[in-house]
């Protein structure tokens, strides 16, 4: 499994953009990179995903160069509501046989200051 | 479509004792995976099961198990409780199927205080 390493933790403030870099160097060919977000006392939740070039949903952007060593998360115009803890997974998502190999590393505390 | 609900939400227990923690995935969805949450250690993962079958394990000693039923309802169960099993307990259901995604649905989690 490919280890991941992200800062520890990011201050922001309200309405700036923040951008989350994870390195994954030894990543394999089927891996996917995933972000999850997850509030004090929830669960996870999923953010996005992807595997290379650029992936845009309705709440982040995900940046993959071409070599996929690492990735960056951008929260674009964060409020405080986005002070969350946000962890970068890397693994095969289709190899069902193997099952949930998923493997959460410390993540990234984001806090955002008004 | 409900969410993934774990039961019960807090409980306190002493040391020795054991405990049963429960996880309704959501409908459909047929891999349960359990993770322990502490401030120290962070997310770690715990097992995972599928059509009843533990597919993977976590490095954590065997007072920790668990078992998946027949509607894909799993169970937690950790014995001779500990001091350092204080945690939040989290359940995660997954569709897994064809080409899903892999997402994982969590529950609210399992907070679990040992005295």
């Known amino acids: 499994l490919a280890k991941t390493t992200q800062p520890i933790s990011m201050d922001s403030y309200e309405g700036q953009e923040v951008n989350i870099t994870c390195s994954h160097n030894?990543?394999?060919?089927?891996?996917?990179i995933t972000w999850y977000q997850q509030f004090p006392s929830q669960g996870p939740r999923f953010i996005i995903q992807?595997?290379?070039t650029k992936v845009t949903n309705e709440v982040a952007s995900l940046f993959i160069p071409a070599d996929r060593k690492s990735s960056t998360l951008s929260l674009p115009r964060v409020s405080l509501s986005d002070t969350a803890v946000y962890y970068c997974?890397?693994?095969?998502?289709?190899?069902?046989?193997?099952?949930?190999?998923?493997?959460f590393g410390g993540g990234t505390r984001v806090l955002v200051k008004p | 479509k409900a969410g993934v609900t774990q039961t019960p939400r807090y409980l306190i227990k002493t040391r020795g004792q054991q405990v049963t923690l429960s996880c309704s995935p959501i409908?459909?969805?047929?891999?349960v995976s359990w993770y322990q949450q502490t401030p120290g250690q962070g997310l770690q993962f715990l097992f995972e099961?599928?059509?009843?079958?533990?597919?993977n394990k976590g490095n954590f000693p065997g007072r920790f198990s668990g078992r998946q039923f027949s509607n894909s309802r799993s169970e937690m169960n950790v014995s001779t409780l500990e001091l350092g099993d204080s945690a939040l307990y989290l359940c995660?259901?997954?569709?897994?199927?064809?080409?899903?995604?892999?997402?994982?649905?969590f529950g609210e989690g399992s907070r679990l205080t040992v005295l």
């Open positions: 995660a259901s997954s569709l897994d199927v064809g080409r899903s995604t892999g997402e994982l649905f």
């Open positions: 030894n990543i394999a060919t089927n891996d996917y």
């Open positions: 992807g595997y290379k």
């Open positions: 997974l890397v693994g095969d998502i289709f190899v069902k046989a193997a099952g949930n190999k998923l493997t």
């Open positions: 409908s459909g969805h047929r891999s």
């Open positions: 099961y599928f059509s009843e079958t533990q597919r």
